[in-house]
């Protein structure tokens, strides 16, 4: 499932995270996490803009509820920054590793959903579009800055090269209480459906079973 998330960063805070990750310490992006031959440049993962713009990510998508009910985290791989500007300007198609290591700790993370965070005005570059393939086709993504795409991670993607200006990203992966993308689906349409009903009608002894169906889906289903 691919899903586009809006406004997972309010204008401000997108304001403040590139305030902080411009001025930090950028390096060249080839070996560095996310896979594919790479030619950006990557914000020092622990170093202290990483941080500061990370906590801010992490905070805003813990109060994100389509986030959530989409993702079903269950760990979110440390976010990550990336710049392609100048020369570094391109992300060759790829897949992505199926789990991932925090080198500072040592943690382990399952690679169920990968995320791209928009930190950049589309009208601030041209090119760089997030390009994935899929079994319908060819899909391109150049979102406004503080949307999220949710998308499986086992698909092929690149980053078109950059030809005008800069642009700036945030990316990680989820590892989700729920395995299967199949059941994952079916519980994000249920929980969206629910939601959707409750605002028409308000509560009733329909919906609450209808809600305890879900909950019991993802019991059966999730793992803790």
Not at 29 to 56: F, H, S, T, V, Y
Request: hydrophobic share 40%; glycine share 10%; with cysteine.
């Amino acid at each position: 499932m691919m899903l586009r998330v809006p406004d997972v960063l309010p204008a401000p805070v997108v304001s403040r995270v590139r305030s902080i990750i411009e001025s930090g310490d950028w390096s060249d992006g080839r070996g560095m996490p996310g896979g594919g031959e790479k030619g950006n440049w990557q914000l020092a993962e622990d170093g202290k803009a990483a941080r500061a713009a990370r906590a801010m990510v992490l905070d805003s998508l813990g109060q994100n509820a389509l986030f959530f009910t989409a993702a079903l985290p269950k760990k979110i791989f440390p976010p990550l920054f990336n710049r392609y500007d100048g020369r570094n300007n391109r992300c060759a198609s790829h897949i992505d590793s199926a789990v991932r290591t925090w080198v500072p700790t040592g943690a382990q993370v399952r690679c169920d959903l990968a995320a791209t965070l928009f930190l950049s005005d589309p009208r601030e570059y041209d090119g760089g579009e997030l390009v994935i393939e899929d079994s319908h086709g060819t899909q391109s993504f150049k979102l406004k800055a503080g949307e999220l795409l949710l998308y499986p991670p086992s698909l092929l993607h690149r980053v078109e090269p950059v030809t005008r200006g800069i642009r700036l990203g945030c990316y990680f992966w989820i590892e989700s209480m729920v395995l299967s993308e199949e059941q994952r689906r079916l519980l994000y349409e249920l929980d969206m459906t629910i939601y959707a009903l409750r605002g028409k009608t308000g509560d009733s002894a329909e919906l609450t079973r209808l809600t305890g169906c879900y909950h019991n889906l993802l019991r059966m289903w999730g793992s803790s």
